[in-house]
């Protein structure tokens, strides 16, 4: 098969669920996919034939369980088979179901009908490879944490989202009532499939402005500062972007921060207070953990 793919299959722990990501994605994965079971998570991800021979993801699978090791948890099933392109395109999707967020979202794979009947606001999502499907405990959380935020007055508020992947946080803020976001990601597949989502739910590209790039890009992106700062990305990526928030903030805004385990909340709440912010509440799903700050006023 000219065309062929790797698909790799990993039952994990669910508390290995963002560093198999990282694992595999650092790999050479083109899409991933995650399904919960209890305590356990099922990642499938998808990755050219020609990038990569059997003695690889041998070496892969190894790697894999010396991080299951790290984290003191079970080791992970490893398994692959090579399909072809079809099967790829569309296969990660069998995964991936609708998924009630908070008391007003539901977050809807674009490729479904979808529900003759909700009461809820219906984000539209086409992830492509970029992190970011509502599944995921850290995105959820997120989630859950931006419909507190945003209730009467949400629209005056403006948003900066650092590492947007889908873009679901930015387009779920805007969906909940927020005037406008600005998003970036260091990854160009994550800010074509923000772009994607941006005319999923009919937003006006106007409201949600995305530029492929990190901090230094939001800066020159934001006229003035913003009122809420969301990122859900790893948590020594948010302590090393901690001190640069300065110039796009004020004494009144807020910060929603996830992709963080339980044990290394202390390390980013101790850069946190470091830099004039604090923990107004830590919330937590499984191993992971959600932190709702402020400035230090």
């Known amino acids: 098969m000219t065309n062929s793919w790797w698909e790799i299959q990993v039952l994990c722990d669910a508390v290995l669920e963002e560093s198999m990501f990282w694992r595999l994605e650092r790999f050479g994965c083109k899409g991933m996919s995650s399904q919960r079971e209890d305590n356990s998570s099922i990642i499938a991800a998808y990755l050219p034939k020609m990038s990569s021979h059997v003695l ?21 099933s490893i398994q692959w088979r090579l399909i072809d392109e079809e099967d790829w395109a569309s296969g990660w999707k069998a995964y991936w179901k609708p998924q009630e967020i908070g008391d007003r979202l539901l977050i809807h794979p674009a490729w479904l ?46 948003i900066a989202d650092i590492g947007c992947g889908s873009g679901i946080l930015s387009v779920g803020a805007l969906l909940l ?65 901690i001190p640069e928030w300065e110039p796009f903030t004020k004494p009144e805004t ?6 963080v385990l339980l044990d290394q909340a202390k390390a980013v709440t101790d850069v946190l207070e470091e830099n004039g ?21």
């Open 177 to 241: 009532g927020a005037k406008k976001a600005y998003a970036v990601d260091t990854d160009p597949l994550a800010i074509k499939a923000t772009q994607e989502n941006i005319k999923l739910n009919s937003i006006d590209p106007a409201r949600l402005e995305v530029a492929e790039g990190s901090v230094e890009v939001i800066v020159d992106m934001i006229p003035a500062p913003v009122e809420g700062i969301v990122c859900n990305i790893l948590a020594h990526v948010i302590v090393e972007l």
């Open 113 to 158: 009908p979808l529900p003759e009947q909700t009461d809820r606001t219906i984000l539209k999502l086409e992830p492509g490879v970029a992190f970011g499907t509502g599944d995921h405990a850290t995105t959820q959380l997120c989630l859950e944490a931006l419909e507190m935020r945003l209730g009467e007055g949400a629209d005056t508020i403006t």
């Open 277 to 297: 912010w604090f923990v107004s509440a830590l919330w937590k799903r499984g191993d992971w953990c959600c932190l709702n700050i402020r400035r230090m006023n």
């Open 56 to 76: 690889d993801l041998s070496a892969l699978a190894l790697q894999i369980k010396q991080d299951a090791l790290c984290f003191e948890v079970g080791v992970p």
């Open 254 to 259: 807020w910060g929603i921060l996830s992709g």
